[in-house]
């Protein structure tokens, strides 16, 4: 199994927090959990956070427990979501995705935040730096828009051509949108952009696409896309149309190809650092890391029924290739 190694960002500087789990040691600490998703898709990750909590020493129903918010789709409940997990005096916040990490730092520049989001930090004004994260917010960054190149670059690779290339993305999570522009305009790249917010309009989006004579499609790193990724796979077949996905769990459910980093893993490392945070840790003292291993996996059913014949080099490259 080959792995792509990039470098982490280290170390990090300073103040005093007024609320972190030391002062909460001889109580049960609580962390709020919020989410744009919903409980059912959750478990995979939320059982690697607590792995990662577990990891060092925070063990959930014993010294831990997580109070869970969900905005099951709607990106507008999350700031009243957000405000209600402050009544239970949380030692910290964890939040998946861009528009949660922000609901949740407009409600508290105090409370800690861990974050695993998919652009830049400190463009979405999370943090002054990687290394010095300088306020109440740290966690994972997987800086999606540096991998829409690569991406782009394997499914062009995949179809043996220079098809011209749809991007599929919300248009609640404008941060991502621009950042994925100025990389695509800075190599002279350009992509045919479809925006959904929601399940009522992916359809409408992949028409779109289709009249844009779109070859080939990919699907933006984007919570509702991942909570609605049965359909999007269901669409790009009915369609036709050739798609990658930033995660493994489109390909398990489907789709054509995928390459990104490990959400289970990620996960995994945001329960280490709110775990080191309940220990004392500060998040500003907290360097902001990177996933370090990106995963291609293919799915050759899918390759098959799309007339495709992948090439034997993108095969061998593979991590994983899905019958």
Excluded: C
Aim: net charge neutral; no cysteine.
């Amino acid at each position: 199994m080959r792995r792509r190694e990039f470098i982490t960002l280290l170390v990090g500087a300073a103040p005093l927090w007024p609320l972190t789990a030391s002062a909460q040691r001889s109580a049960v600490a609580v962390i709020g959990l919020l989410s744009v998703g919903s409980p059912d898709i959750a478990s995979p990750y939320d059982a690697a956070f607590e792995r990662g909590l577990a990891e060092r020493g925070f063990v959930v129903g014993k010294n831990v427990t997580i109070e869970r918010r969900w905005a099951r789709g709607n990106h507008s409940r999350l700031p009243e979501l957000a405000q209600e997990l402050l009544h239970f005096n949380p030692a910290l916040i964890i939040g998946g995705g861009n528009v949660v990490a922000l609901a949740a730092r407009k409600v508290t520049s105090t409370i800690p935040i861990v974050f695993v989001i998919a652009s830049d930090p400190v463009k979405l004004g999370l943090a002054k730096s990687f290394a010095h994260p300088g306020g109440n917010a740290t966690g994972i960054s997987m800086m999606t828009a540096r991998l829409v190149l690569k991406r782009l670059e394997l499914i062009q690779e995949l179809l043996q051509q220079k098809a011209t290339v749809g991007f599929l993305v919300n248009p609640d999570n404008q941060d991502l949108l621009q950042e994925i522009d100025e990389v695509a305009r800075s190599t002279g790249r350009t992509l045919k952009v479809a925006k959904a917010r929601n399940q009522d309009e992916l359809e409408p989006a992949f028409r779109q696409l289709v009249s844009a004579q779109v070859g080939a499609v990919l699907v933006s790193n984007d919570a509702i896309f991942f909570n609605l990724r049965a359909q999007l796979v269901a669409l790009a077949d009915r369609h036709s149309l050739p798609a990658s996905y930033e995660f493994r769990e489109f390909p398990a459910a489907g789709g054509l190809m995928s390459y990104g980093p490990s959400l289970v893993a990620n996960f995994e490392k945001a329960g280490i650092y709110a775990a080191r945070i309940l220990g004392g840790a500060r998040p500003e003292d907290l360097p902001i890391q990177q996933p370090t291993e990106f995963s291609l996996v293919l799915n050759s059913a899918t390759a098959r029924s799309l007339g495709i014949e992948i090439p034997p080099s993108l095969l061998a490259r593979a991590d994983e290739v899905i019958e």
